[in-house]
């Protein structure tokens, strides 16, 4: 494990002075901690193909040890395997299985499909997060999964066929423009943008920071409010629909948040889920009733267990 200085030194500078202008110096040691090293395999169990009992069972009779994670009956931590050593699995070869962070399984938890909904899956790929979605509608209803990537549009169609999501149905487009081409045709939208991916920074992985700096942030913005527009056309009246990026920054969360309340007719709802060691959400703004709004999403710290996350519900306003 790298001590925090290290991990200062490894990191883009700008982040970390960012991160100071942010919080107080005992929470950013708190993140950077979080970033300083690997973090734990963590599962979660496709309830299409298989149960957690059997799951459980399969772990005792093959020493595998794992532990629950009180928020998420189908997640588990896994303490003595690594990632390419559960790819060996059967059970993860036959799609039972998907390795998936945790912070990864919140958003679809806070969409809360239901089967026989209409869902769309704004920038999908690789197919956590709409295999989840399948699985807690329990493959009843109807899903479209849209990736502009074209090779990673191909993953997401593999992951989807393997973890028996039939209810899927994948497209390759651009995401700014789905809104038009489905105006309020869906009753959820989760829209896990692109983003810049701090919460995901490993100080001693430099592909996980190697293309971030402002620019990008900024660039990245942009984008997110075009896809948030374009979601939010899709949605029909009334509609829920979840915004999440895997970054902590203001300008691709709490900003975003601001900007959608002053231009799109919506609510920001509450969100309720028990996640431990959460960040606070930041809007220096002198409206305390759009403060009040943003501070409903959650902002997660990364740490061993989790990657940093940002998550918000909100609802379209007739």
Do not use: H
């Not at 957690?52 to 069972?57: E, G, I, L, N, R």
């Not at 209803?141 to 989807?160: P, Q, T, V």
């Not at 900003?255 to 007719?265: D, H, R, V």
């Not at 960040?279 to 002198?286: G, K, Q, T």
């Amino acid at each position: 494990m790298l001590s925090i200085l290290d991990v200062k030194r490894k990191l883009p500078k700008e982040f970390v002075n960012n991160l100071y202008e942010l919080y107080t110096p005992l929470m950013v040691d708190k993140i950077l901690s979080g970033l300083s090293g690997e973090r734990l395999t963590t599962v979660r169990i496709n309830t299409i193909k298989y149960s957690v009992q059997d799951f459980m069972k399969y772990c005792k009779e093959n020493n595998i040890k794992f532990e629950r994670v009180l928020w998420y009956n189908d997640a588990v931590i896994i303490k003595n395997a690594n990632e390419k050593q559960i790819q060996k699995l059967d059970i993860y070869e036959k799609g039972y299985i998907y390795l998936q962070s945790l912070s990864s399984m919140i958003p679809p938890i806070i969409l809360n499909p239901k089967s026989g909904e209409k869902v769309l899956d704004l920038t999908a790929a690789p197919g956590s997060k709409t295999t989840q979605i399948s699985a807690l509608m329990k493959n009843e209803g109807y899903i479209l999964a849209n990736e502009l990537d074209k090779i990673r549009c191909e993953r997401l169609k593999y992951n989807i066929q393997k973890q028996g999501a039939n209810i899927v149905d994948v497209i390759n487009q651009r995401g700014e423009k789905i809104g038009k081409e489905y105006p309020e045709e869906f009753d959820k939208v989760l829209l896990d943008a692109p983003c810049s991916g701090e919460g995901r920074f490993l100080a001693n992985s430099v592909k996980t920071y190697r293309d971030w700096s402002p620019r990008t942030v900024k660039e990245l913005s942009k984008l997110q409010k075009k896809l948030f527009k374009s979601a939010y056309e899709s949605l029909k009246p009334n509609g829920e629909m979840v915004y999440s990026t895997c970054t902590i920054n203001t300008e691709e969360n709490e900003q975003i948040l601001k900007w959608a309340i002053e231009n799109l007719n919506l609510k920001i709802l509450d969100i309720k889920i028990e996640i431990k060691d959460k960040l606070p959400i930041i809007i220096e703004d002198s409206d305390k009733k759009l403060k009040k709004e943003i501070e409903k999403s959650i902002k997660i710290m990364p740490s061993k267990v989790q990657e940093g996350f940002f998550v918000a519900k909100i609802q379209k306003c007739k």
